[in-house]
C-alpha cells in the first residue's frame, strides 16, 4: 500500500515562502518518481515539478523555474518543495504524487496525496 501524505501548506503573503512536505507510506522515495502537481478552483490540475528515482534529477514547469525547488531526503524518506517569490497566481491545492521511474506526465502517476492548501495574498 503506497499512500503519500503532505504537509506544509498555508496562507503566506505575495513575495514570502513555504516548504511543502511530502511523506510516503510504502514507498522508498529514492527508488522511484516523485512529484507535486497543483489545482486551483476551475482549474485542470497541472504538474509543477518533480524528482527522479535514484538520479534525482529535477523537473520544473516553466511558471515555477527559479522560484521552486524540489528535493528529497532519503534518510527521512520524505520529498519537499520548497516555494519562493510566491505570487497570487500560486494559489492552488498542492498534491503529492509517486510513480515508477521514469515517468514524465501526470497520468502516469498513479499514487496520490490528499493534498495541501497554499494560499497567497495579495
Known amino acids: 500500500q503506497v499512500q503519500p501524505v503532505e504537509s506544509g501548506g498555508g496562507l503566506v503573503q505575495a513575495g514570502g515562502s513555504l516548504r511543502l512536505s511530502c511523506t510516503v507510506s510504502g514507498r522508498t522515495v529514492g527508488l522511484c518518481t516523485m512529484g507535486w502537481f497543483r489545482q486551483a478552483p476551475g482549474k485542470e490540475r497541472e504538474f509543477v515539478a518533480s524528482?527522479?528515482?535514484?538520479?534525482?534529477?529535477?523537473y520544473y514547469a516553466d511558471s515555477v523555474k527559479g522560484r521552486f525547488t524540489i528535493s528529497r531526503d532519503n534518510a527521512k524518506n520524505t520529498v519537499y518543495l520548497q516555494m519562493d517569490s510566491l505570487k497570487p497566481e500560486d494559489t492552488a491545492v498542492y498534491y503529492c504524487a509517486s510513480g515508477r521511474p521514469g515517468i514524465r506526465w501526470l497520468k502516469e502517476y498513479n499514487y496520490w496525496g490528499q493534498g495541501t492548501q497554499v494560499t497567497v495574498s495579495s
Open positions: 524528482i527522479s528515482g535514484t538520479a534525482g534529477s529535477t
